[in-house]
């Protein structure tokens, strides 16, 4: 079975800081990686997605995927309130499907 | 401009009473999905039509069904709601495989 797991957190970050916020996987086969922001009550929206091992920034974002640990992970620098939202890692595992973690619950610390 | 439009926002229905979500789209996709997603919970996939290929998840209770009249809508049936159903409605859309899946604002079903 495809696992995607997420630390549920919630994790408090001060702001001005680097928040980091991870995600591992069962299966080796995933293609595709994804980050999802979620505030309370409203729908994902893409922050970044990565396909390739190593980095990708975009803005005050970096996402960092590791295929041979099997672990893809979000860097957030610094940090504001309005980062405050649950983080969703999302994997294709090579078809039109995504399998969800259960999000991170981050909170940014004024 | 919204991409992905669900209709309603927000919907009341009494248990037992059949219930159409709707969504649009103007991005020409391929594939439209259905997602239920529950407090706290990751979303869950209900199921997913790529063009006219309708593809069911094997856990969806058989009172979820769905309609796809073009590319442009797709409709989500709840034939009898009953508590447990209380979600949000998520409609999302994509290109193809391995392609970034873009979300709807949601539809909230409350049932009485």
């Known amino acids: 079975q495809k696992e995607v797991e997420q630390n549920s957190g919630p994790l408090s970050v001060p702001e001005g800081a680097i928040a980091s916020l991870n995600c591992t996987y069962s299966d080796r086969g995933s293609q595709s990686f994804f980050w999802y922001r979620q505030y309370s009550g409203k729908s994902p929206e893409l922050i970044m997605f990565i396909y390739s091992n190593g980095d990708k920034e975009d803005g005050r974002f970096t996402a960092q995927l590791n295929k041979a640990s099997q672990y893809v992970s979000l860097l957030i620098r610094d940090s504001q309130p309005s980062d405050s939202a649950t983080y969703l890692c999302?994997?294709?595992?090579?078809?039109?499907?995504?399998?969800f973690g259960t999000g991170t619950r981050l909170t940014i610390i004024p | 401009d919204a991409m992905v439009i669900q209709n309603p926002r927000y919907q009341v229905t009494q248990f037992g009473k059949p219930v159409t979500l709707s969504c649009s789209q103007t991005l020409n996709h391929n594939v439209m999905y259905w997602y239920q997603q529950k407090s706290s919970q990751a979303p869950k996939l209900l199921f997913h039509?790529?063009?006219?290929?309708?593809?069911n998840e094997a856990d969806t209770p058989d009172n979820f069904q769905s309609r796809r009249p073009n590319t442009s809508f797709c409709f989500l049936d709840i034939r009898s709601p009953g508590l447990g159903d209380a979600a949000m409605y998520l409609c999302a859309t994509t290109e193809g495989a391995q392609e970034t899946q873009y979300f709807g604002p949601g539809t909230r079903l409350l049932v009485l």
């Open positions: 999302a994997l294709n595992f090579g078809n039109e499907k995504l399998t």
């Open positions: 039509y790529y063009d006219k290929d309708f593809n």
